[in-house]
């Protein structure tokens, strides 16, 4: 762009020296300040002065000091982050790039970022220090300690008389309020901050009885906040032989006490929410627990009951009325087993006395007769089977099949061949 | 509260790993009706423990005397 400015002027020499426009030569202005290397990447420190914040959203300032002015602008897309840093009257470093205002005539620092002064100083100061701990292994997560589930005793290094204290306190008490706080005041901001810090936390070591401990300050300016950048107060942190949570200035905020802190809260609120566990969590826990425990006892209960009636099952299987109603039934089966067995025989007998009867009636003498045989007896009523037990005359009585009759014997003969 | 309860000075985290503890056995072991019901009762108080001690406890705190008129470490209470 240089290059070519320059030849614009060159070009003109065979007519005499070369008029330029107001434009042309603007433009020109703005192309060599555009190009420029310091120009166009640039720190400048001044005093604010003649601040505006139209409702456009840009921001116009200028930046003075003794001996000159400076016209400035920060365009609204990066305003708003600015705008806090910005009073009239106050001391800043500004970045940037120059270029020109051509309608205005205006040559401008276009601002990209804003630090009060002495900042810039302050962080080169903080990331030395930062990167000489930090080779050290003081900020390593290796040997960063976790914090106690249930803490007895919290020790808190903060200004007695600061909110930041009240905060924690109220915090605490809503959370868990079961613990117990051990405050080693400490002045937190000023020269005499980090030598008071440091003792707090030995003094709480040495009381001995705390399970961790928390630094914290209030939000404030990086200045307010430096204290916890002290190099002394970062080893006390690291040499603390309880666990360090710390809650310093707000979200954005880190000094190299949280860097080193076990545990970095973004406030001094969130220190106190790190530290303790939440009173309605832990009511819910309770809840939770004890039906357990109910449904647990009601099942060793249903458990009992299912033995005792298992029990009771089979002491009825035991028990003598089921032997005697067991007994009982036997005898009826064999009851009747033996009536079975008696109509048998009864059966049986009363065929075999049939049979009897029959053969003793084909015996009976009187069925003889009627085949035309007849009994005598003589007068004595003795059946006769001989010749030899009669005499002529005798009265005999012949019986036949169906009838008696009297006879005498009007002669006797002996057969000759019986 | 039984003669038992009053004695007892658990802090919170005792008291509620012994819950844990009750609550394991109970769930874990086949035990009688007096162990049970001995176990159980204990769960109970524990639980009523627990929340009493976060029901009614007020936030404590003491000052040493540390950084503000001497080196001398007092305690004192807030």
Excluded at chain 1, 27 to 56: C, F, H, K, N
Excluded at chain 1, 341 to 364: D, F, K, T, V, Y
């Amino acid at each position: 762009m240089a290059g070519y400015a320059k030849h614009m002027f060159e070009q003109s020499s065979l007519f005499g020296p070369r008029v330029l426009s107001v434009s042309g030569i603007t433009q020109y202005l703005r192309a060599m300040m555009e190009s420029d290397e310091i120009l166009r990447d640039v720190w400048v420190s001044g005093e604010v002065s003649t601040l505006s914040t139209p409702s456009s959203g840009h921001i116009y300032f200028t930046l003075k000091d003794s001996g000159a002015t400076l016209k400035c602008v920060i365009w609204r897309a990066q305003a708003s982050r600015m705008r806090n840093q910005l009073q009239t009257g106050s001391a800043v470093e500004v970045h940037g790039a120059f270029s020109v205002y051509e309608a205005g005539g205006q040559y401008q620092l276009y601002v990209d970022a804003v630090r009060l002064a002495g900042e810039g100083l302050l962080y080169q100061e903080f990331l030395r220090l930062k990167a000489r701990l930090e080779a050290e292994g003081l900020f390593e997560e290796g040997r960063k300690r976790s914090l106690p589930k249930f803490p007895i005793r919290i020790g808190i290094v903060t200004s007695p008389t600061g909110a930041a204290l009240q905060d924690m306190l109220n915090t605490l008490q809503n959370r868990y309020p079961l613990v117990e706080v051990i405050l080693a005041p400490a002045v937190v901001q000023g020269e005499e901050a980090p030598a008071k810090v440091v003792k707090a936390i030995e003094e709480l070591n040495r009381y001995g009885r705390v399970d961790v401990i928390i630094l914290a300050r209030g939000g404030g300016s990086l200045e307010d906040l430096w204290a916890f950048n002290d190099e002394n107060v970062v080893r006390a942190v690291v040499n603390s032989s309880v666990p360090v949570v710390t809650g310093i200035g707000h979200e954005t905020d880190f000094t190299l006490s949280d860097y080193a802190a076990d545990v970095r809260a973004p406030t001094p609120t969130g220190a106190a929410v790190a530290v303790s566990p939440d009173k309605n969590d832990l009511l819910r826990d309770l809840g939770s627990v004890y039906a357990s425990l109910k449904d647990s006892f009601e099942d060793r209960l249903t458990d009992l009951d299912h033995n005792l009636s298992r029990i009771n099952h089979r002491l009825n299987l035991l028990s003598p009325i089921a032997k005697i109603r067991n007994d009982s039934q036997r005898l009826d089966e064999m009851t009747q087993r033996l009536e079975r067995n008696l109509q048998h025989q009864m059966a049986l007998r009363h065929s075999h006395l049939e049979g009897a009867i029959r053969h003793l009636e084909s015996l009976n003498p009187l069925q003889v007769l009627n085949r035309g045989f007849a009994i005598v007896r003589n007068a004595d009523g003795k059946v006769i089977r001989s010749v030899n037990e009669v005499s002529r005359d005798d009265e005999v009585h012949i019986r036949v099949a169906d009838g008696e009759m009297d006879a005498r014997l009007t002669s006797i003969n002996k057969s000759s061949n019986p | 509260m039984t003669q038992l309860e009053s004695k007892e000075n658990l802090s919170y985290e005792q008291a509620f790993t012994e819950l844990e503890q009750v609550l394991n056995r109970l769930e874990g072991e086949s035990m009688n009706l007096e162990d049970s019901l001995l176990l159980f009762e204990r769960g109970q108080f524990l639980t009523r423990y627990c929340a009493d001690l976060l029901e009614k406890a007020q936030l404590r705190m003491q000052q040493l005397h540390v950084n503000l008129s001497s080196d001398e470490t007092e305690e004192e209470e807030a």
